[in-house]
């Protein structure tokens, strides 16, 4: 099994809906990420966790919110989904520290409609 | 502000010809830097980084990258490409200050051909 699993894999949902991204990891880490890539802008760090009560925005939380469940989850959800949020959407984890790499998850594709 | 460069957009190599993707960056503590690979329909996985001490780092699948202080650099490099080697490539920086979190440069596609 994958250390970093997200579901669903992929996605599509019209504009408006509420649409929830989940992602669980068996890494043991305290930190978990999520990430958006679109082509030619890389990617872009939507929300952090540190553990399960410090959350954080990242560059691009605006039409976002995250739940952090427990250590191994925190699920993405996009409250009322619009077309420019149709993107590949990343979870990753690390262990506490700088210098540690990150783990990432196969990604979900979403297009919104 | 932090940021990360790569200039090459998409670059493409013969196969056995040697590869080199540029990277810059701009942090103003000490950088730690990495190198990702994501083929098609994969998530993304560490070819290598840097933290400190010797300044060339070697990482999987025969890539090594050379940190810069002086130029802000971190550029990939590998002697001999092969055709397994097309994906897309990202370099980051990770903020030492704001615990460790990733800043992620726009990508290069590398294409290989026969």
């Known amino acids: 099994d994958a250390d970093v699993t997200q579901t669903p894999r992929n996605r599509i949902t019209k504009t408006g809906k509420r649409i929830m991204l989940e992602c669980s990891q068996t890494k043991g880490h305290d930190r978990m990420y999520w990430y958006r890539q679109d082509p030619g802008l890389g990617l872009r760090l939507i929300y952090y966790?540190?553990?399960?009560?410090?959350?954080n925005k990242g560059e691009i939380s605006d039409g976002y919110s995250v739940s952090r469940q427990a250590q191994a989850k925190f699920s993405l959800s996009l409250e009322s989904a619009i077309p420019n949020q149709t993107a590949l959407y990343f979870c990753?984890?690390?262990?506490?520290?700088?210098?540690?790499?990150?783990?990432f998850g196969q990604g979900t594709r979403l297009t919104v409609v | 502000a932090q940021s990360v460069t790569q200039p090459d957009i998409h670059i493409t190599v013969s196969e056995g010809a040697s590869l080199e993707l540029r990277c810059n960056y701009s942090?103003?503590?000490?950088?730690?830097l990495f190198w990702y690979v994501q083929s098609p329909g994969q998530g993304l996985q560490l070819l290598l980084k840097y933290f400190s001490g010797d300044t060339l780092v070697q990482g999987i699948k025969g890539f090594e990258a050379e940190f810069k202080r002086s130029q802000s650099s971190f550029n990939l490099r590998k002697p001999s490409v092969h055709w397994s080697d097309a994906a897309e490539y990202f370099c980051?920086?990770?903020?030492?200050?704001?615990?460790?979190?990733?800043?992620f440069g726009q990508g290069t596609e590398l294409s290989v051909k026969p």
């Open positions: 966790s540190f553990d399960v009560k410090d959350i």
């Open positions: 990753a984890t690390s262990d506490a520290g700088p210098n540690t790499e990150a783990f």
């Open positions: 980051a920086v990770g903020l030492y200050n704001q615990g460790g979190k990733l800043i």
């Open positions: 942090y103003g503590a000490t950088p730690y």
